[in-house]
């Protein structure tokens, strides 16, 4: 049996040198079907397949809400404990929070990405520290931090961190442990973990006590025995009992973490495989189509073979030794591709989802190539060597049956490879429409020459609105003086910046609803909005005078008033986020003005109701400075300006996020742009393979063709007739491809909608467009041979035979 092997495959080796040309071509086209698949792959199995990289991962669960498409949510601390405390199904329970805190003691202040945790963190995640040790339980309120890997290497390394004092917000913290490279939890960008209770003030400040004040995420591990199923039945027994000491938005959920780290990517990824799987059929019905015309080419060898008593066995061995061994030069070449475009993939995008340094072309993702690469040379050979080795040596010696039979095979891969490229293509033009329909929404603002950075004050030192307020004044005040800039201001959210805060609300003159209505609050000193040249509509903008000690006033947006005040005039009415005055009677905000909406939480989510506070009224230790440079100047330039003043007022303040809001925007199209340009190109090379393969199969048809075409041309038939004949043929086969490639894409469409932006996936101008492109595509691939055929000479074509 091996020595019959190695003879097949020495066989194989002699017949690829005797034909150069179609070796290349196949393995070629094989290496780029399994190159971008395997990249692609690489990145799905790092992101969702994999597990996390904790003990039990399925284990780790944390609380979610039931709101669609949202799995984390968040709560107050009062809720964890009751939850906590009343749980019998889920232990180890923590609770967190990301928060900026500013590092201090050498040169500038430094903003670091820090955590503060409740209850046992560590354990919920399971992870033991690489240095050290984390959090004792009565350690609660101790001024401890453990530090993340990338933050030790920045204190050198080693073991002499141990013991460091790191001042934070002021405060002393020691250093007692360093966690793996592995653990990012909340975030990759997390530097540190501190016990919320070690926070200046935090045992009466409201996140402590205000259970209408969630901030924290929640995470635990099941108990033995303990099914999602089975805690979610607990939790909404809880819910009920809980829902005495709380309002009625309170819900009470429970989901994977592995889940809720993916749930905004696991479709796109999906889809993304799926669009470069039906690249790797386009692939791999061209390289079938090379087969069936080799395996004509050699139809006079295969034919003496069976003479001389090959069983079908033997040839069907010898077709498939050759296809797989084709396929396995394809798969090397894939592997290394993979490699590249693995590289190339993180560029484009993919380094901005979840758990993208785990992406990597390991074990098994090369076990998968191996597994694509024998199915794809199987798949490629099997039909023709069963179509070769059942025909009796009469038959393979002639042509009629042969021909016939080949044709429809042919015919039968056209239609298929259409109806792929189809669906990609339209996949591709719906992407690339909603991604240019993104790129082109109105931001709402003028973000060109815009410095942007982000601002945390130490709480211990400011921890009264009165010091708030006055720093925030002084701040911008010195760089409004400075004659490199043309506006300053703070806000509490930019667009595409985080630190979203949103309030539920009523109007006055309306009952108090029991489930409010949201509306992002962004709390802003004088001159932010002039900043970022956001156009006033009606009334006007906040002011010095909109002080402490002012009436509650605000600026809303053009959707808050529309959706709010439909149908009336917004200036001068009022509206409560709760709270009462010292009377007891709700607080009061008027409305003063009404300016364009800006989309802050990303294009994608679009415009929301926006409420601008003075923060003079709402204080905020948090806030994000936007500064427009003078007229000309690169807005690069004003950090040295920003940090000079910043220093003046405070040096224990630090920048982070630090450049342009053109850039922030941009950044925010990253995932839309990363899956436009991955379908784009999947479509372009299924347009391409697509063509291809209508090409090869009509040149050749009508070479086997010639004799037929020259006798109906030396009978007095046209040169337009063979065109006709030829591409009349090929668009029949075209058409039937296009209807089912549509019948595909309807049946897609509903997978494709969660992907776009303003558009609906049956879009009739973009599968009308695909339509006419793959046709005309059909028809110029058809033409070309067609062409030839038409303007052979009859008389020397006859003359050969």
């Known amino acids: 049996m091996l020595s019959d092997v190695s003879m097949d495959v020495r066989y194989t080796l002699r017949t690829m040198r ?116 984390t959090f004792a339980p009565e350690e609660r309120d101790a001024r401890l931090a453990v530090i993340s890997h990338s933050r030790w290497m920045k204190e050198g390394g080693g073991e002499g961190v141990l013991g460091r004092t790191l001042t934070l917000g002021g405060q002393p913290y020691t250093v007692i442990g360093v966690m793996p490279p592995s653990f990012d939890v909340p975030a990759h960008t997390t530097e540190v973990w501190v016990p919320f209770d070690s926070l200046p003030g935090a045992a009466t400040s409201e996140e402590r006590t205000e259970r209408g004040f969630r901030s924290f995420a929640v995470a635990a591990r099941l108990v033995p025995g303990a099914t999602l199923e089975s805690v979610r039945h607990e939790l909404k027994s809880l819910n009920e ?26 479709l796109l990824l999906w889809v993304l495989l799926g669009a470069v799987s039906l690249v790797l059929l386009l692939a791999a019905a061209n390289v079938a189509h090379l087969q069936l015309a080799r395996a004509a ?92 080795s059942q025909l009796s040596p009469a038959t393979v010696l002639g042509r009629g049956a042969t021909e016939k039979s080949r044709g429809r095979t042919h015919a039968v891969l056209v239609v298929a490879e259409v109806a792929l490229a189809l669906m990609l293509v339209t996949g591709a033009g719906l992407m690339l429409k909603s991604f240019w329909r993104m790129y082109q929404a109105d931001p709402g603002l003028d973000p060109v020459g815009v410095f942007v950075a982000r601002l945390a004050l130490p709480q211990s030192r400011y921890d009264t609105p009165e010091r708030t307020e006055a720093f925030h004044r002084e701040l911008t005040a010195r760089l409004a003086a400075r004659p490199e800039v043309a506006g300053v201001g703070v806000g509490g959210s930019l667009p595409a910046g985080g630190s979203l805060s949103r309030s539920g609300y009523w109007k006055e003159g309306t009952e108090d609803p029991p489930v409010r209505p949201d509306a992002l609050i962004n709390v802003t000193t004088p001159g932010f909005l002039e900043a970022l040249r956001v156009p006033l509509l009606a009334g006007r903008l906040l002011t010095e005078s909109d002080g402490a000690n002012a009436p509650r006033v605000m600026v809303v947006s053009e959707r808050f008033a529309r959706e709010v005040f439909a149908g009336e005039d917004a200036l001068g009415r009022r509206v409560s986020f709760g709270g009462d005055d010292a009377e007891g009677n709700p607080l009061w905000t008027t409305v003063v003005g009404v300016v364009a909406d800006v989309a802050y939480a990303g294009v994608e989510v679009g415009h929301e109701p926006t409420a601008y506070v003075p923060m003079a009224q709402e204080p905020t230790t948090d806030g994000q400075l936007a500064v427009r440079a003078a007229p000309g100047l690169d807005p690069r330039k004003l950090e040295s300006v920003v940090r000079e ?23 925010d199209l990253g995932q839309p742009r990363f899956r436009a340009v991955l379908l784009g190109a999947f479509g372009l090379l299924a347009l391409v393979l697509a063509a291809v393969g209508i090409y090869g199969v009509m040149s050749y048809s009508v070479s086997q063709r010639e004799h037929e075409m020259s006798v109906r041309m030396a009978l007095g038939a046209r040169a337009a007739d063979v065109l006709r004949l030829v591409v009349g043929q090929a668009l029949r086969r075209v058409g039937l491809g296009l209807v089912l490639g549509l019948l595909g894409a309807l049946a897609a469409h509903r997978i494709m909608e969660g992907l776009l932006y303003g558009m609906g996936a049956l879009d009739v101008s973009v599968l009308a467009s695909v339509s006419l492109l793959l046709l005309g595509t059909a028809w110029l691939a058809s033409w070309l041979p067609a062409r030839k055929a038409a303007n052979a000479d009859p008389a020397a074509v006859l003359r050969r035979g």
């Open 18 to 133: 005797q034909s150069p040309v179609f070796t290349l071509a196949a393995v070629l086209v094989l290496t780029l079907g399994i190159g971008v698949t395997t990249a692609l792959f690489s990145v799905v199995d790092a992101v969702l397949l994999r597990p996390l990289p904790f003990p039990e991962p399925d284990r780790l669960v944390v609380m979610s809400t039931d709101k669609p498409g949202k799995l984390l949510a968040r709560y107050s601390l009062p809720n964890y404990e009751d939850v906590a405390r009343l749980s019998t199904r889920l232990r180890s329970m923590t609770a967190y929070g990301q928060r900026l805190m500013n590092l201090t003691g050498e040169g500038d202040a430094e903003q670091l990405r820090g955590a503060v945790v409740v209850g046992d963190f560590f354990g919920a995640f399971g992870m033991k520290p690489m240095l050290g040790r």
């Open 297 to 388: 080419a050699r139809q006079r060898e295969l034919g003496i073979r069976v003479a001389l008593g090959a069983r079908r066995g033997r040839l069907v061995r010898q077709l498939l030794t050759e296809s797989v061994l084709l396929a396995l030069l394809g798969g090397v070449g894939g592997v290394l591709l993979a490699l590249w475009a693995t590289d190339l993939l993180m560029m484009l995008g993919a380094n901005t989802l979840p758990r993208a340094g785990e992406v990597v072309v390991h074990g098994r993702v090369l076990l998968f190539a191996l597994a694509v690469t024998l199915t794809t040379g199987v798949g490629v050979g099997l039909v023709p060597a069963l179509q070769r």
């Open 241 to 266: 009992e809980l829902l005495s000491r709380d309002d009625a938005t309170l819900k009470l959920g429970v989901a994977r973490y592995a889940d809720s780290l993916t749930q905004d990517v696991s």
């Open 645 to 667: 003043e910043l220093r003046a007022v405070d040096s224990m303040v630090a920048l982070a996020r630090v450049g342009t809001l053109e850039d922030r925007l941009s950044s």
